[in-house]
């Protein structure tokens, strides 16, 4: 369809799970993958079901984690992401169902020759611990272990880079705990070669008309900007609320997020038990999703009471209807 359009472009098509690509000859755009991998949605207490709390993120190439559970590396083999290409986790708490797979796959990294930077953000607390960890349990570890405290009392950016930003939320539960906000900076508009090529204008103006620049024909005519581009690719967002209770103005936090993973420990049948250990209910995580008009809810964190989490599904559909319960393995397009 597309050679038809523009006869003159030499253009291959792919298309995948994770949205269309076009290449041409002179120019390229592309809609990245963003991908969330569930390695375990349980809570606290161990099951057959289950795995504790961990995911992996892939957005812009790069291969992020939220807390490691203990058994996290041994999901991460099964969900074939690449031990190699993960750069940073993040830690929401210390409570174990959250964090004690770390020093294992940290020290499983060296056995297999790891020599990148592993970088891991956590509250401050860890900080020392981990250090005792690595100084007691691994030896000639080969690579390095850079920690960043995160203030969980606070939102503020933990991680950076040319492509995407990462920032805490603040969250209340029984000790010190923050989610996760990772967003896709604002891209440049996508260049239109039929009009590249209509106009004749050289390939070396392809920055200047993305920044928003006129082009003027040698006949001194002004095309304007919005005829040489079309838009850039909307910019997506995944929040990771993991352990709060439930927050009434927790919405505001991740307002317009393409996809939210908030905490659904409990059913209404255990509300006092969920206000009782600040977690929340799958009822509790939708009016978050609701009124923070998310593009869709990952329920998890489940109680192990529950042999089937489909009752949790059908309380958070009746307020967000784009729900979905997590599950070990599943793969989300953010």
Same mark, same amino acid.
């Given at each position: 369809v597309f050679k038809s359009l523009l006869p003159s472009i030499k253009t291959t098509m792919w298309i995948g799970l @994770?949205?269309? =690509?076009?290449? /041409?000859? %002179?120019?390229? @755009?592309?809609? =990245?993958?963003?991908?969330? %991998?569930? +390695?375990? @949605?349980? /809570?606290?207490l161990p099951t057959l079901r289950h795995n504790a709390s961990s995911q992996v993120v892939e957005v812009r190439e790069k291969v992020l984690m939220l807390d490691c559970a203990e058994g996290t590396q041994m999901q991460l083999r099964k969900c074939r992401v690449r031990f190699n290409k993960l750069s940073h986790v993040f830690i929401t708490h210390l409570h174990g169902d959250h964090c004690f797979g770390l020093i294992g796959m940290i020290s499983t990294f060296g056995l297999l020759g790891r020599t990148a930077k592993l970088h891991v953000h956590a509250p401050k607390e860890l900080g020392e611990e981990l250090d005792r960890q690595l100084k007691f349990y691994t030896h000639d570890l080969g690579y390095e272990v850079v920690f960043y405290p995160v203030d969980t009392t606070q939102r503020q950016v933990v991680y950076e880079d040319r492509s995407i930003t990462v920032e805490s939320i603040p969250l209340i539960h029984r000790m010190p705990c923050c989610g996760y906000l990772i967003s896709e900076k604002p891209a440049q508009p996508h260049?239109?070669?039929?009009?590249?090529? $209509?106009?004749?204008?050289?390939? /070396?103006q392809i920055n200047n008309i993305k920044c928003g620049a006129d082009w003027t024909t040698p006949d001194?005519?002004?095309?304007?900007? =919005?005829r040489l581009v079309t838009p850039a690719d909307p910019i997506r967002s995944y929040a990771y609320l993991s352990d709060t209770r439930y927050i009434p103005d927790l919405w505001q936090q991740v307002k317009g997020v393409s996809t +939210?993973? %908030?905490e659904s420990t409990y059913g209404d049948d255990h509300l006092p038990q969920a206000e009782k250990y600040c977690h929340s209910?799958?009822?509790?995580? $939708?009016?978050? $999703?609701?009124d923070a008009r998310a593009g869709k +809810?990952?329920?998890g964190h489940y109680s192990s009471r529950y042999e089937d989490e489909t009752v949790l599904l059908n309380q958070a559909k009746e307020v967000f209807e784009n729900s979905f319960l997590t599950n070990e393995m599943d793969v989300f397009d953010v």
């Open positions: @994770c949205g269309v =690509e076009f290449y /041409s000859k %002179h120019n390229y @755009c592309v809609l =990245e993958p963003f991908k969330v %991998h569930i +390695l375990g @949605c349980g /809570s606290a260049i239109r070669r039929d009009m590249m090529d $209509a106009y004749q204008i050289p390939n /070396s001194g005519d002004v095309i304007p900007n =919005e +939210l993973y %908030h209910t799958a009822r509790q995580a $939708a009016m978050v $999703a609701r +809810l990952l329920l």
